[in-house]
């Protein structure tokens, strides 16, 4: 993320290219904050799936 910060900064490139290199940092941005939730995820609760059918693959 911090390279991409960097390129966003020093981009000299056209309108297209700091469009797309926005929308990849939005998108780093929401995996972050996944990641981030996911870390803090302490208990878990597992229910019955398809009306009571359990699937183990």
Do not use: P
């Not at 020093?10 to 939730?37: C, P, T, Y």
Request: charge should be neutral; charged fraction near 30%; hydrophobic fraction near 40%.
């Amino acid at each position: 993320m911090a390279r991409l910060e960097l390129l966003l900064e020093n981009q000299d490139g056209s309108e297209r290219m700091r469009k797309d290199l926005e929308q990849i940092d939005h998108l780093f941005r929401r995996i972050a904050d996944v990641v981030q939730k996911m870390s803090q995820v302490r208990h878990y609760q597992v229910q019955n799936y398809c009306g009571g059918i359990n699937f183990w693959i």
